[in-house]
């Protein structure tokens, strides 16, 4: 059974910058796409970043490109969001998601494209 813990959320100050981390558990997800999603409240969850199994290819979303970057750490079994140039509009819960398909390489943007979920964490930006 595969967990996805995130981890990093806070409280920052437009123009601040934070670290999400998503620490795996019960599978080795070197051979896996991961991703990142956000939900605000009112909204439905969208799309923020993805990293394919091998770390070559990334994917964002416009409302975020040149401000987030996605990397992992096959060794530490970790994904991070770097998020820079916080705005009060990326305030949401954030979500780190697995997909169970192995050496996948095509693009992701949608929700359906994974199947496994952490919990969430909460970035609050203010202005």
């Known amino acids: 059974q595969v967990q996805l813990v995130e981890s990093g959320g806070g409280l920052v100050q437009a123009g601040g910058s934070l670290r999400l981390s998503c620490a795996a558990s019960g599978r080795t997800l070197s051979a896996h796409a991961m991703g990142w999603f956000r939900q605000a409240p009112g909204l439905e969850r969208e799309f923020v970043a993805a990293i394919d199994w091998s770390g070559g290819s990334t994917y964002y979303a416009d409302s975020v490109k040149g401000r987030f970057t996605i990397s992992r750490d096959h060794a530490k079994n970790t994904v991070y969001l770097q998020m820079n140039n916080l705005k009060p509009e990326d305030t949401a819960a954030y979500y780190c998601?697995?997909?169970?398909?192995?050496?996948?390489?095509?693009?992701?943007?949608?929700?359906?494209?994974?199947?496994?979920w952490g919990q969430g964490t909460q970035v609050t930006v203010s202005s």
């Open positions: 998601a697995a997909d169970q398909r192995r050496f996948y390489s095509g693009s992701y943007s949608k929700e359906n494209e994974f199947d496994y």
